[in-house]
């Protein structure tokens, strides 16, 4: 398959280390969302690499908004794959991160026109392409558009998604919280991704050695809650309430410990196990063995562990069954 005109710089001589890879195979093929539908997960990897280099190429030659291209790469790849746009409209919160969603819905060839005069927008523009649901250029705009979309397909008696995607500088815009206040209450299909990845458009911050630096305020807070100890208390009882559910539910919402917040679910790795002598847990000074003989107490006798902090709970008390000649006690 011949390579689009965009694809020239990637296909050119290797040049240094960081010059990107020499070709792109897999963003060859794509012309349009639906190309990427087919791809299996590695492939999207892939891609979203092969798309990353894209993007610096045709910024270093025109300008525009690296940053903020640069780390939605994965999250518009996994954005064209799940939902079918322009059926499902995504709107982008001041839309200067668009350029991986330019490349990806056939405008690829353009992005030497970026932000020139009779080229393409530095922004999402509706005369450009019809996978451009909204046009902005202004903050906090999104989950409201979003949201008009979503009342307006209703109304039709569509069933579609609408997403808006949003960062952490524009949803600490009034008109943010205003849509998130109103889209309870209409209770339309609007989805909103919260990006939270510290590129925000302007300056909102103090001058610092390294320059003026977001404010972030609210990315701090949400850093920090997932810190404190009553968050930690709060997952951790989440955790023992889920052992009680079945193990093809725990797998589902397990997730490897460790591992970042959003990470898909993972099943446990299978312990092992060794086997151990048996003996009296009043004579063995194993903990294993003492938990074996409490957890058969608990078993002939009807009492079960509860989930929250080891607390006891008396599920079911067998009635003592009276001797002969005893008259039989009323309930």
Request: contains cysteine; proline residues 9%.
């Amino acid at each position: 398959m011949q390579a689009s005109p965009g694809s020239a710089a990637s296909t050119s001589s290797p040049g240094p280390p960081y010059a990107g890879p020499r070709t792109t195979p897999l963003l060859d093929m794509v012309n349009s969302p639906d190309d990427l539908k087919s791809f299996t997960v590695n492939e999207l990897k892939q891609l979203a690499y092969e798309l990353r280099w894209e993007t610096i190429n045709a910024v270093s030659k025109t300008g525009g908004h690296l940053g903020s291209s640069l780390g939605v790469v994965e999250l518009t790849v996994a954005l064209h794959y799940v939902f079918n746009a322009p059926a499902d409209p995504i709107i982008w919160d001041v839309s200067h991160q668009v350029y991986p969603h330019k490349i990806l819905t056939g405008r690829r060839h353009r992005m030497h026109t970026l932000r020139k005069s009779g080229g393409l927008s530095g922004f999402a523009k509706r005369k450009e392409s019809e996978y451009d649901k909204f046009g902005a250029g202004h903050s906090s705009t999104s989950i409201s558009a979003a949201l008009g979309m979503a009342v307006g397909t209703e109304l039709q008696g569509l069933e579609r998604n609408s997403i808006a995607v949003i960062g952490d500088g524009a949803i600490t815009g009034g008109m943010a919280y205003e849509a998130m206040n109103n889209a309870p209450y209409l209770n339309s299909r609007v989805i909103v991704i919260y990006n939270d990845n510290g590129q925000v458009s302007l300056p909102t911050g103090t001058p610092t050695a390294a320059g003026t630096a977001p404010a972030g305020s609210l990315s701090a807070y949400t850093s920090r809650l997932l810190a404190t100890k009553e968050f930690k208390d709060f997952r951790d009882v989440a955790k023992s309430i889920n052992k009680l559910f079945p193990k093809e539910l725990q797998q589902v919402s397990c997730r490897p410990p460790g591992a970042p917040t959003g990470a898909p679910a993972a099943p446990p790795a299978p312990r092992p196990r060794s086997p151990a002598p048996r003996s009296s847990p009043r004579s063995s000074s194993s903990p294993r063995a003492g938990e074996r003989a409490h957890r058969r107490v608990r078993a002939r006798h009807g009492v079960r562990r509860h989930a929250l902090r080891g607390a006891r709970v008396l599920l079911h008390r067998p009635r003592r069954r009276p001797r002969h000649g005893q008259p039989r006690a009323h309930p």
